[in-house]
Every structure is written in structure tokens, then in C-alpha cells.
């Protein structure tokens, strides 16, 4: 005979939305003894677990509830399985409603869904060359390479997949990664200077339009569909501005437009890097933490235009700009700039990283005459090619900027920077922008000067004065010798070669840059490294190492003088 369960006859009393037939009913004994009533608080145990189960297969699907798992009685057994299936339930339910309506989440799982099979094929590799085939060095290095030569273009696809901060990433590391990435990665790495994928011109009709409030025929003349580049987090389209008044003339700009995900999925890109740069290389943290401070501002364009103007009026007192360089000028007037739209003055040039510049370069270098040959053919007559003045005006200009007026441009990656047609440079992307204190813009001149005159001792009071400090996981002391080398690669040049320790050791460099650690790092060590590795980068992309102390010497001295620091 059914009975309805005392659980049920409750619920169905106090709640009349479960009056209803799919409540669960079990075959009962007359004569079974009545349980104890539901206010009572001495329930054995069988008697609550049964209670819960009732109450779980009200929401257990109607195919699932003549199954023997959802029906009393309940063994201990029956309930620990229940409770696994109904926490895989829940999980299920979370995860899928995560991935679906959060954006963070979704970028993280697609992030890692790419990554983990480099990292488990990584380190995999490091285990069976280490514990089982118990590999010499030259054969764990032939590994290592192949390895590096298949991974590195799965990595660049995923960063291209993902857009926004990677790309942004990478661009960077493309240029200052040497000591810190394998050549491998490097030249992988190195496409993403010249743009990636551009966005639908109706995505960016609708970003302009929301901004700014206006139609887009009500601001531009004409709006070319095809940008003239693609970045990381925006994307530039030539325009023409109407006239402001009935005889004007009409304007030619450029129109930044920022893509609208990237500030939203900042935070997670971020947190997900941080986390495979522990997993691949964790001496670098202390770079990946720093990334995460110097991208904020970028997301902010009306931060970019005020830099714009600051750069612009500070190069113009040092009397660089407009005779060796042009800075665009913001354009404003019709009122359509905002976080996510910039429209600025269009410079007319090619950016080192063009094809045709990068014939040239590597034709300067001496590694292909017919490449040069090649490149200069393909030059606009009317453009005066002489990459190695360029290349000193940038370097210049920047020296200048970091240890003169403390305000410089801290991304000057060869996309950022045109050859103009009479060979000024145009100085573009000025969203990342250092400073520098008086204090230690004058610490930064004497670091260059006994840099430039190889003063070992004086290097090494400078750096230990400012509160440096490292390890080093092969038991190297940071003596003199090693903080000089240090402070080579941060402010002066690319220097690999053997290093001779004070004590008269001789070691690889490589070797201590993968066991260094960096404890303390003082702010001007870690702006002066960054800016000088991204030019030294430019230099060398064009066939033209730099040291950067020598090219700097003269304006180190010059402010120590003048006492402008």
C-alpha cells in the first residue's frame, strides 16, 4: 500500500507549490513505527539522511527519480554517492554559468586550455632527461632546442587567439628579450611588431558613436574602413575632420580607437601571466609584476593625450622637436576624444619595423647586399633613407627624456617610431609614459658615466648605495664584477660573454641570469633597464649595437653640470 513519507505530508501542508504528485512516495509497512515528529531534534542518523534525500529528489530530474539511488532507505554508501553526484551537479552548473556570463573566467580557461599542453610537454622533457635518461648537457640542450623550435609558434598563435595585453606582451619582449627569452621565442615573437588582425569597421563605428555621442558623418569628411594599424589594445584609421568654421579647411587625423574588452579583461590576463611566467621562468617575476603597474595607464586615453601635449612642450624647450623629431599633436576640437578614443595630427612615414625598413637594416648589417639593394628600391623617392641617423636621433632623444626632463616615452618599439619623408622621426604611442624623480635622474647620469669609463668600483657603490640586491642559486657572490655585468645589461649593452669573477673565477653569464633573483630593485634600475633593453633591441633588430652608456655619455655630463638633475 503507498503511504505518503511524514516529510512529504509536511511540505505539502506548509508549502502548497509541492503539492504536487512528483513527490516521492515508498511502499511502508502499516504496522512500521511512526518516526518521531519534525520539530523533534533526536533524529537518528538514517532518519536525516533520508530527510535530505527526500528533499534532493525534488530537484533531481523526473527520468532520474524511479532509480533505486534516489529512493529510501539510504545506506551510508547510497548517501556518499548522492552527495559526490550532487556536487558534481552544483560544479557543473557553476563552471558552465562561469564560462557563459564571465568574461575573466572564460580568458582564463581558454588561456590555460592553450598553454598547459607547452607546460606539462616542458616539463616532462626537464624529467626524463633529468631522472630517466639521466641526459649530458649537450643533449638536453639539443632537446631543449627542438622543443623550443616546435612550441614557440604554438605560443604565438595563442597569443594571437587571445589579443589585447599578450599581444602587447609580446611586442615588447620581441624587442628586449635577449637574456631573458631563447633566441627561439625571439624570432617568433617578432611578427606581432607589424600589428595584429583588425576589428570590423561596425565594431568601431559603434565604439566611436557611444563615446563621443555623435553620428559618424556629423564628425569625419571621409573615415578610411582599412586601419593603418592594428595594436594590442586599439586600433588607428585615417579620417578627415570637418571643417571647424564655413572657410576652414578640412583636417587630416589619425583616430585611435581602444577595444572595448581589453580594460575588462586586464585583471585575469594579467594574474594568468604572472602565473606562467612562476611556471617557466620565475626569475623573471619581479618583470611580470612590473607589467602589471605600467599597462594601467594605458587604458586611459585621455591620460595618452596629456602626455602627448607634456612630451611635446618638453621637447620643444629642449629644442628637439619639430627639428630632429615630430610629436603628433592631439586634436580635440570637436570634443570627440575620451577613454577610448584619441584622434590626433597624421605624420606621414614608415615605421622601422616596415617591411622595405627591415630590407635595409638587415642590408646595412651586411648579411644580404641584395636585401639592401632591394629595400632601397622599394623606398619612396622622395624619403631620405639613413637608418643609422635615425637610429642615434632616437637613442638621443630618449637620453635626453630620462635623465634631462625626467618624462619619456617608455615603449619606443620599432612600430611606434616613423621614418618621416625628410628624415625626422615620428615619435607615436605615448600611452605608457615614465618619470623620473631629480633624485634619480642624477643617480642615473653617474651610473652612465662610470659605466662608459668601465669604473667597476663606482658601479657597484651606486647600485649597492640604492639598496640592490640579489641571490644567486649557484652559489655566486653579487661581488663587484657581477653587479658591473648587471648594469651592463640594465643601462649599456648586450654582454654575454664570460664573466671573471673578483676572485679570479670565470662563469657564464647566461648561467648567472638564470640563477639570479632579484630582491630589491630600485625604481630607476628597473625604468632605466626597460627603456634601454627596447632600444638596444632596435638597435640590434637593424644591425647596429649600441652601447648605450657611450651614446648617453655626453648628456649624463651635461646635466651633472648644469645641475638639471
Not at 579647411?249 to 594579467?270: H, M, N, T
Not at 603597474?293 to 602626455?307: Q, S, V, Y
Not at 661581488?479 to 670565470?506: C, E, M, N, P
Amino acid at each position: 500500500m503507498l503511504y505518503p513519507t511524514p516529510q512529504a505530508r509536511h511540505n505539502r501542508r506548509t508549502n502548497p507549490l509541492l503539492a504536487s504528485p512528483v513527490i516521492p512516495f515508498v511502499m511502508c509497512k502499516p504496522t512500521s513505527p511512526a518516526p518521531r515528529s519534525i520539530g523533534s531534534s533526536t533524529y537518528t542518523s538514517q532518519s536525516r539522511s533520508n530527510i535530505f534525500l527526500r528533499n534532493l529528489s525534488i530537484i533531481v530530474p523526473p527520468f532520474l527519480r524511479n532509480n533505486h539511488l534516489f529512493t529510501p532507505p539510504h545506506s551510508k554508501k547510497k548517501t556518499a554517492l548522492l552527495i559526490i553526484l550532487s556536487l558534481f551537479l552544483v560544479t557543473t552548473l557553476l563552471f558552465t554559468s562561469l564560462y557563459t556570463f564571465h568574461r575573466g573566467f572564460r580568458r582564463t580557461i581558454q588561456f590555460w586550455r592553450g598553454l598547459s599542453p607547452i607546460v606539462v610537454k616542458y616539463k616532462w622533457l626537464q624529467l626524463k632527461a633529468h631522472r630517466i635518461d639521466r641526459c649530458d648537457d649537450e643533449e638536453y640542450q639539443r632537446r631543449i632546442t627542438a622543443f623550443r623550435q616546435v612550441s614557440a609558434p604554438q605560443l604565438v598563435d595563442l597569443i594571437v587567439s587571445l589579443g589585447g595585453i599578450y599581444v602587447k606582451i609580446g611586442q615588447v619582449m620581441s624587442t628586449i628579450g635577449a637574456g631573458l627569452l631563447p633566441e627561439e621565442y625571439i624570432q617568433a615573437l617578432r611578427p606581432l611588431q607589424d600589428g595584429v588582425p583588425a576589428k570590423d569597421i561596425k565594431e568601431i563605428t559603434r565604439i566611436i558613436e557611444t563615446s563621443s555621442g555623435k553620428q559618424m558623418k556629423d564628425i569625419f569628411l571621409e573615415f578610411e574602413e582599412k586601419p593603418i594599424g592594428a595594436a594590442s589594445i586599439a586600433q588607428a584609421h585615417r579620417a578627415i575632420l570637418h571643417p571647424l568654421t564655413p572657410d576652414g579647411k578640412p583636417e587630416r587625423v589619425v583616430v585611435k580607437i581602444q577595444y572595448p574588452e581589453v580594460a575588462e579583461l586586464f585583471s585575469a590576463d594579467l594574474a594568468n601571466l604572472e602565473i606562467a611566467t612562476k611556471l617557466f621562468a620565475p626569475e623573471n617575476m619581479e618583470v611580470a609584476k612590473a607589467m602589471r603597474k605600467r599597462h594601467e595607464n594605458e587604458l586611459d586615453f585621455t591620460i595618452e593625450a596629456n602626455n602627448l601635449k607634456e612630451c611635446t612642450r618638453d621637447m620643444q624647450a629642449h629644442g628637439m622637436e619639430p627639428a630632429l623629431v615630430r610629436i603628433p599633436r592631439v586634436k580635440n576640437e570637436t570634443g570627440i576624444c575620451s577613454k577610448n578614443v584619441l584622434v590626433m595630427e597624421y605624420l606621414e612615414g614608415t615605421p622601422l619595423s616596415d617591411k622595405t625598413v627591415t630590407k635595409i637594416r638587415v642590408g646595412f648589417g651586411g648579411k644580404n647586399a641584395e636585401l639592401l639593394e632591394d629595400g632601397l628600391k622599394s623606398t619612396p623617392t622622395r624619403m631620405k633613407v639613413n637608418l643609422g641617423r635615425a637610429l642615434k636621433t632616437l637613442v638621443h632623444v630618449h637620453g635626453i627624456q630620462f635623465m634631462v626632463s625626467g618624462v619619456y616615452n617608455a615603449d619606443p618599439h620599432p612600430g611606434n617610431v616613423l621614418v618621416l619623408p625628410d628624415g625626422r622621426l615620428g615619435l607615436l604611442d605615448y600611452g605608457m609614459v615614465g618619470r623620473l624623480s631629480k633624485k634619480d635622474r642624477k643617480t642615473v647620469a653617474e651610473a652612465i658615466l662610470a659605466l662608459n669609463k668601465k669604473d667597476k668600483a663606482a658601479i657597484s657603490r651606486i647600485y649597492r648605495d640604492n639598496g640592490y640586491k640579489a641571490t644567486f642559486s649557484n652559489d655566486i657572490e653579487m661581488d663587484d664584477s657581477v653587479l658591473q655585468r648587471l648594469a651592463t645589461f640594465h643601462l649599456d649593452k648586450i654582454d654575454l660573454s664570460k664573466l671573471t669573477l673578483d676572485d679570479g673565477q670565470t662563469i657564464d653569464v647566461l648561467e648567472l641570469l638564470k640563477g639570479a633573483r632579484e630582491v630589491k630593485v630600485p625604481s630607476w634600475v628597473e625604468e632605466g633597464r626597460r627603456l634601454g633593453g627596447l632600444l638596444q633591441g632596435v638597435c640590434v633588430q637593424a644591425a647596429r649595437p649600441i652601447s648605450l652608456a657611450k651614446e648617453w655619455s655626453s648628456i649624463a655630463k651635461d646635466a651633472l653640470k648644469k645641475k638639471t638633475v
